[in-house]
């Protein structure tokens, strides 16, 4: 399962901080933030609550970034 959000980041660097932020969120297989379009694509593991997952992931993003936002 895998869906894709608009996101809203600053520089590449703060882009390749939440892509590894949402990488070690639990329920998420793998993610790949493409800057250029402010996009982030997220894919789940089997089962995994999505909604729930992606509250955890926008938590941890704004950890690492507190300026990031993303549109769920
Ligand atoms: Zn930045």
């Not at 600053?10 to 949402?22: G, L, P």
């Not at 297989?29 to 800057?35: E, S, T």
């Amino acid at each position: 399962m895998k869906k894709v959000y608009k996101i809203e980041v600053d520089c590449a660097n703060c882009s390749s901080k939440m892509e590894a932020a949402t990488k070690k969120t639990a329920g998420v297989k793998d993610a790949v933030i493409n800057f250029m379009t402010q996009k982030l694509t997220v894919e789940f593991e089997d089962g995994a609550d999505i909604t729930a997952v992606m509250k955890d992931v926008l938590k941890a993003c704004k950890k690492v970034e507190s300026d990031c936002e993303i549109y769920l």
